[in-house]
């Protein structure tokens, strides 16, 4: 094959010319890479399910349902309890704190009471004392 462009004797196999380096006209083959065989994919050969493995799938599910629904039913029946133990609680709290304000309104009244005796029992001393004299002036005045 010659060169394009200067005229030239290009070898076979070369891609560029040897004295002006232009590219050969014709592309260099190369041998093809033998194409691969593809393997066929192992395909899944699906088995027929037995009678057997089928009632016991079932029962495995029914199982797990019946815990589930028994789980959720002691739970709703541990937290009534709760529920019902929490009002307890606030109840007894409840009457426990009205108890002790029923006796501090007690205490109070006994309190005033107290200062209302101890403001009368001074009232009478006094009444007693003002008598004395009253009677002690009237003694001591000159009987017409």
């Known amino acids: 094959m010659n060169c394009i462009k200067c005229g030239r004797e290009i070898p076979e196999g070369e891609l560029f010319c040897e004295v002006c380096a232009m590219p ?3 592309p260099v083959k190369e041998a093809p890479e033998p194409k691969r065989e593809k393997k066929p994919k192992k395909q899944r050969v699906k088995k027929p399910v037995s009678r057997k493995t089928v009632r016991r799938l079932r029962t495995a599910l029914v199982i797990s349902i019946l815990l589930t629904l028994a789980v959720c ?3 709703a029946y541990g ?4 529920v019902e133990r929490t009002e307890e609680l606030r109840i007894r709290e409840a009457s426990v704190t009205l108890r002790e304000k ?3 309104n ?5 309190t005033e009471l107290k200062q209302e005796l101890s403001e009368a029992e001074q009232t009478i001393r006094s ?3 003002d008598l ?5 002036e009237a003694d001591a005045t000159p009987k017409e």
């Open 106 to 110: 007690r205490d109070r009244q006994i």
């Open 73 to 75: 039913a002691l739970a």
């Open 24 to 26: 050969s006209a014709a």
């Open 79 to 82: 937290f009534r309890l709760y």
């Open 127 to 129: 009444l007693e004392e």
């Open 132 to 136: 004395k004299r009253a009677q002690a």
């Open 102 to 104: 029923e006796a501090d």
